[in-house]
């Protein structure tokens, strides 16, 4: 194994974008939402059927990290509404509206962040509609809640042995200056966001894929790692064919850039040109980047060499197993999304 593959394994293990994955285990097992209970849990939202039996109502939430916010308020506000916006288009949804809980030391430090938030909110037309404040308290804070639609569901339960893994980013962008934020969003058009986008819920309507997740703060390959876990199955990814900027750190794009349009999907062999032509006639760009395997364990391959990088048989991360619903059955799903996106 070269050093670079063994140094890239040693970084994802340690990482603190698979650390802030392994809490959720914790707080699964706190909150009794695991083994027995009625809600399977590792979805990016909450999936629940609509009384009226057509298709699925979405519900997640974001937190931020109080040095993000701090930092970046009108970033972080921009992307209380964007990253929720991610997570219902993940699920092959569209958004309905957000409600935002923000504390700030006072009107003056809260305003850029409502500011990111409003701006964000027209791009994508999805209005908030409520939520609550405080701007007497000792620092900023930020959490975001949506609730959006699916007619038919992606889903991170759904990934099957022989599925061919894409990676698909959106590149015309760069790095936020104190964080590992790839923002291809702010400042470009509106119209242009909301089609790429739409591209998710086409594709599980059209029964092309059924099986996805937005990219998190775990990067590219701590996603693939929770992907892998709920569906219970495992991976062999060759990192030479990822999508990523010419000059970008290969370890700090695959463990902890956050993209402002990043997903993975698991797609059917015969599906696989088509799914990666619709990216593709929007400019986004998308690879096959490996193929599901049964053995409920990630094999990474760099120039030739492969090493074994995850071995779920011996080792959970988000504590979300192959015996947890799916969006099939009668239970609905839990989003999973531990409160330290940034």
Not at 263 to 281: C, G, I, Q, T
Not at 287 to 305: K, V
């Amino acid at each position: 194994m070269s050093d670079s593959l063994d140094s890239l394994i040693a970084e994802l293990r340690s990482g603190r974008g698979v650390a802030h994955k392994r809490d959720i285990s914790a707080v699964v097992a706190a909150l009794g939402v695991g083994g027995d209970s009625a809600i399977a849990v590792g979805d990016d939202c909450a999936a629940i059927p609509d009384p009226s039996g057509n298709g699925w109502l979405l519900l997640a939430i974001e937190g931020f990290l109080s040095e993000f916010v701090e930092r970046e308020p009108a970033f972080a506000g921009w992307c209380g509404v964007m990253v929720n916006v991610s997570d219902i288009y993940a699920m092959g949804g569209r958004p309905i509206a957000v409600v935002d809980a923000i504390w700030s030391r006072d009107a003056t430090h809260g305003g850029a962040i409502l500011e990111g938030m409003a701006a964000a909110a027209k791009v994508y037309g999805v209005p908030v509609v409520g939520g609550h404040s405080n701007a007497r308290a000792g620092n900023e804070q930020l959490s975001v809640a949506i609730l959006g639609k699916a007619n038919a569901l992606l889903s991170s339960f759904e990934a099957k042995p022989g599925d061919v893994l894409i990676s698909v980013v959106d590149l015309r962008g760069g790095y936020r200056q104190h964080f590992s934020n790839w923002d291809a969003a702010s400042g470009s058009d509106p119209e242009r966001l909301r089609g790429d986008l739409e591209i998710l819920p086409k594709l599980a309507e059209e029964k092309l894929c059924c099986a996805a997740k937005d990219i998190s703060n775990a990067g590219l390959l701590g996603t693939v790692l929770m992907l892998l876990e709920c569906s219970g199955i495992g991976a062999e990814v060759d990192l030479d064919q990822v999508p990523m900027p010419a000059d970008a750190d290969p370890a700090r794009w695959l463990l902890h850039t956050f993209p402002s349009y990043g997903f993975v999907l698991a797609v059917r062999p015969s599906r696989v040109d088509e799914v990666l032509a619709r990216f593709h006639a929007r400019d986004l760009s998308a690879s096959a980047i490996g193929r599901c395997t049964a053995t409920r364990q990630l094999h990474l391959s760099e120039d030739g060499d492969s090493a074994l990088a995850w071995d779920f048989n011996e080792e959970a991360l988000i504590g979300c197993g192959p015996d947890k619903a799916h969006p099939g059955s009668s239970q609905s799903l839990l989003s999973t999304l531990a409160p330290t996106h940034a």
